[in-house]
Antibody, heavy 119, light 109 residues
Framework: QVQLVQSGSELKKPGASVRVSCKAS????????MSWVRQAPGQGLEWMGW????????TYAQGFTGRFVFSLDTSVSTAYLQISSLKAEDTAIYYC????????????WGQGTLVTVSS | QTVVTQEPSLTVSPGGTVTLTCASS?????????PNWFQQKPGQAPRALFY???NKHSWTPARFSGSLLGGEAVLTLSGVQPEDEAEYYC?????????FGGGTKLTVL
């Protein structure tokens, strides 16, 4: 069965960097793209962008350029989100979500990774 | 900046029917926006319900339906169950990017 398993919670200081991982199983990783979604505490969902798992080419949504980097390690079927120069407002749960077959985007989601930025 | 608007909150009685809507600041929502719907319960990741307006996932309960009506995307729940109490988000496609609605908190009371 399809599973996306994300790395555990992180507590970081402002200015630091963090890397969130999303390990896929139950399907051929490079077949379907992966999106990233942010959810600030008590807030709604925000699409951050996606990465083509065949080519590694990322696309970033407005507001997620510069400090946010999507990457892959296809040898271990894992997508990564790296955030640099962390700010308090980056505190959120970050989700990976698969772009599934036949237009069924966002069909499977990771469990989410809470990133807390606090001094 | 494109805004996708949903009702902030709705209340429905068990066994009743409720309609959630999803409107676009750019105008009429069409099939070309590939409307998606998600359910999120407290402390859980979102769960996909519909894609491309009307297409259910294998796990989507039969009492849920998706459609376009009056220029908006619509999620209808018929015969609402207590376990349907959740936040519901729509998601629309705008030529290379996706925008989530603000979510509707559905209370079953």
């Amino acid at each position: 069965q399809v599973q996306l398993v994300q790395s555990g919670s992180e507590l970081k200081k402002p200015g630091a960097s963090v890397r969130v991982s999303c390990k896929a199983s139950g399907y051929t990783f490079s077949t379907y793209a992966m999106s990233w979604v942010r959810q600030a505490p008590g807030q709604g969902l925000e699409w951050m962008g996606w990465i083509n798992t065949k080519t590694g080419n990322p696309t970033y949504a407005q507001g997620f350029t510069g400090r946010f980097v999507f990457s892959l390690d296809t040898s271990v079927s894992t997508a990564y989100l790296q955030i640099s120069s962390l700010k308090a407002e980056d505190t959120a749960i970050y989700y990976c979500a698969r772009d599934g077959p036949s237009g069924s985007y966002f069909d499977y989601w990771g469990q989410g990774t809470l990133v807390t930025v606090s001094s | 900046q494109t805004v996708v608007t949903q009702e902030p909150s709705l209340t429905v009685s068990p066994g009743g029917t409720v309609t959630l809507t999803c409107a676009s600041s750019t105008g009429v929502v069409t099939s070309g926006h590939y409307p998606n719907w998600f359910q999120q319960k407290p402390g859980q990741a979102p769960r996909a319900l519909f894609y491309s307006t009307t297409n259910k996932h294998s796990w989507t309960p039969a009492r849920f339906s998706g459609s376009l009506l009056g220029g908006e995307a619509v999620l209808t729940l018929s015969g609402v169950q207590p376990e349907d109490e959740a936040e519901y988000y729509c998601l629309l496609y705008y030529g290379g990017s996706w925008v989530f609605g603000g979510g509707t908190k559905l209370t079953v009371l």
